[in-house]
Every structure is written in structure tokens, then in C-alpha cells.
């Protein structure tokens, strides 16, 4: 079964210092995978996504992340953080072999100190 | 385009009782799931339904059910409501469904005393 991995559940950083949030995934088929963020009392935003091509994506407000096919890994990056980054960040993955339907990492809560 | 809204925003039920929660997708979205939210046991996948049918369904016992009208807004009820159902439940709409990309709402906050 799909099963998605992240291996820190709170991450505490400095303000402007780098962070990465660390995703494994389980799956030896094609997979899609997703990171979203959640602010207190909402919902969550699509972050970013990799369906396929290009291993390293991007967002529009300076994250990244890289597919990792011999790791199973799907990591998120930031350069230098802000204070309004301190949310709860979810990886998740999915595919056919999987169900067509995603799964959900536990989450990681990052909290950026000033 | 308006996002996914969902209501009501909060809820207090009774053990025992039944709830019906709402979700309307963003317009020309066929798609929408519906999530448990604990802290516990974190985001899980209750069930999916495209144009009108349940396309896919997680492992929830028979008291959560949903359905989707032809405009595609949905509802999910959970009936003999229990403590541990106390939870944020999140409905995502997305074009396609499946492992394509969803869009969140802002979630139901149900609180079973």
C-alpha cells in the first residue's frame, strides 16, 4: 500500500535561515506527489505539485522541492524563511497503484522564531 | 473564481446524534472528497464523488456516508455520533479527482461532547 512519511514533526527555525522538511514515500510505480501548507483554522494550500517531468519544482513564494526516485523522496526547501512560513506542512503522494487517491504524510510543524 | 466553501463553520452534537456537514467545490469542478482531520491520527480519506457517484472510499465504518448532487455541492452525514469523531473534516474539490491536484475548504470543526 502507499504510505507517505514525514520524518520530523515539528521543525523550529530562526527567521531568514534555510529549513528543509523531509518526505519519503512508498511506491514502486509512477507516483504524483504534493506538498501543502496549513495555516491555523484553514484549510490547505496546494503548495506544490510534481505530476512528472522536471524532478525539482518550484513555488511561487520561494519553496522547492525535489522527486527522488532511488530515494523515494519528495523533500521541501526553503532558502530563508519568514515568520508568516510558521505552518503545518503536508506531504502527499498518490497512484493508480495506490487506490487513485492521495495520501497523507503526518505532517511537519514548522515555527519560525524571530 | 470562489473557493471551496463548507458549512457550517463549527459544530457541537451529542453523542448519539447525527450530523449532516456541506461542501460547495469551485464552479466546473466535477470532484470532491472529503477528510478527517485529528490530531491524533492526522488527514485521512473518507470518500470521493464524481459527478453524482462515490468514486472511491477510505476505511470509515458505515456511519459516515456522503453524496453528490448534479451540481456537484456535496454533504456527508455521520450518524450515532461518538467522542472520537470529534474532528476537523475538510472537503477538497478538484477538476479531475483521483491523485490530481484538490483545492481545500476551510473545514468543519465538529465537536462530539
Known amino acids: 500500500a502507499q504510505s507517505v512519511t514525514q520524518l520530523d514533526s515539528q521543525v523550529p527555525v530562526f527567521e531568514e535561515a534555510p529549513v528543509e522538511l523531509r518526505c519519503n514515500y512508498s511506491?514502486?510505480?509512477?507516483?504524483?506527489l504534493f506538498w501543502y501548507v496549513q495555516y491555523p483554522n484553514q484549510g490547505l494550500q496546494l503548495l506544490l505539485k510534481?505530476?512528472?517531468?522536471?524532478?525539482l519544482v518550484k513555488s511561487i513564494n520561494g519553496f522547492e522541492a525535489e522527486f527522488n526516485k532511488s530515494q523515494t523522496s519528495f523533500h521541501l526547501r526553503k532558502p530563508s524563511v519568514h515568520i508568516s512560513d510558521t505552518a503545518e506542512y503536508f506531504c502527499?503522494?498518490?497512484?493508480?497503484?495506490?487506490?487513485?487517491?492521495?495520501?497523507f504524510g503526518g505532517g511537519t510543524r514548522v515555527l519560525v522564531k524571530p | 473564481k470562489a473557493g471551496v466553501t463548507q458549512t457550517p463553520r463549527y459544530l457541537i452534537k451529542t453523542r448519539g446524534q447525527q450530523v449532516t456537514l456541506s461542501c460547495s467545490p469551485i464552479?466546473?469542478?466535477?470532484?470532491v472528497s472529503w477528510y478527517q482531520q485529528t490530531p491524533g491520527q492526522g488527514l485521512q480519506f473518507l470518500f470521493e464523488?464524481?459527478?453524482?457517484?462515490?468514486?472511491n472510499k477510505g476505511n470509515f465504518p458505515g456511519r459516515f456516508s456522503g453524496r453528490q448532487f448534479s451540481n456537484s455541492r456535496s454533504e456527508m452525514n455521520v450518524s450515532t455520533l461518538e467522542l472520537g469523531d470529534s474532528a476537523l473534516y475538510l472537503c477538497?474539490?478538484?477538476?479531475?479527482?483521483?491523485?490530481?491536484?484538490?483545492?481545500f475548504g476551510p473545514g468543519t470543526r465538529l465537536t462530539v461532547t
Open positions: 502527499a503522494g498518490g497512484g493508480q497503484a495506490a487506490g487513485n487517491k492521495l495520501t
Open positions: 464523488y464524481f459527478s453524482e457517484t462515490q468514486r
Open positions: 511506491s514502486s510505480v509512477s507516483v504524483y
Open positions: 477538497a474539490s478538484s477538476l479531475e479527482g483521483g491523485v490530481y491536484e484538490q483545492y
Open positions: 510534481y505530476l512528472s517531468g522536471s524532478t
Open positions: 464552479s466546473g469542478h466535477r470532484s
